[in-house]
C-alpha cells in the first residue's frame, strides 16, 4: 500500500488502555504537569498551562471508571479541538506514557470485537487491541464541564 493511503498515528498509553489517535489531532506531546483545579466530573482533571494559553485536560481513564495517578513517564497530549465549543482550540489528554508512531493502513487496521461505547471503538493495529476514541464527543462533554463546573 502507497504511503498515501496511511494514516499517521500516535499510539498513546491511557489507564490500562492504548488509544489510536490520529497524529493530524496532535499539536504537541508535553511532559506531564499537574492540573489546577477546574471542578466538575473526576475525568475532568482541571487545567493545564501550555504556550501562554489554559487547556483543559481530560483523565480519559476515568471516563471508563478506572483510576490512575500518573507516574513519572506521564505526558499530556495536546489535541486540536474540533467542535467549536471550547473556549481554547487546544485540550490535553493525560498519557500514562511516552506514545509512539504508528502508519495504519486499511491492511494493519480492523474492527475488533465487542467492548466499545460511545467515546470508544476497539480496533485492531497491527494485530494488537486498541481503542479509537470519538474526540468529537469527549470534546463535547469537556466544553460542557468547562461551562459549568461543579
Not at 494514516?7 to 490500562?16: H, K, S, T, V, Y
Not at 480496533?123 to 476514541?133: F, I, S
Request: glycine share 12%.
Amino acid at each position: 500500500m502507497a504511503e498515501a493511503d496511511s494514516i499517521r498515528c500516535l499510539i498513546a498509553p491511557l489507564g490500562n488502555q492504548r488509544w489510536l489517535i490520529p497524529g493530524a489531532m496532535v499539536a504537541e506531546v508535553v511532559s506531564y504537569q499537574e492540573p489546577e483545579s477546574g471542578g466538575g466530573p473526576d475525568w475532568f482533571a482541571g487545567f493545564a498551562r501550555w504556550r501562554g494559553q489554559r487547556l483543559p485536560v481530560v483523565a480519559p481513564e476515568l471516563l471508563s471508571g478506572e483510576r490512575h495517578e500518573p507516574g513519572a513517564r506521564a505526558r499530556l497530549l495536546v489535541i486540536k479541538a474540533v467542535t467549536g465549543r471550547l473556549p481554547t482550540d487546544y485540550y490535553a489528554l493525560v498519557a500514562g506514557g511516552i506514545p509512539h508512531l504508528h502508519n495504519a493502513t486499511e491492511s494493519t487496521l480492523a474492527p475488533a470485537g465487542g467492548g466499545g461505547d460511545e467515546l470508544t471503538t476497539p480496533v485492531l493495529a497491527a494485530g494488537e487491541e486498541m481503542l479509537l476514541p470519538a474526540l468529537d464527543i469527549i470534546e463535547t462533554r469537556l466544553a460542557e464541564a468547562v461551562a459549568s463546573p461543579a
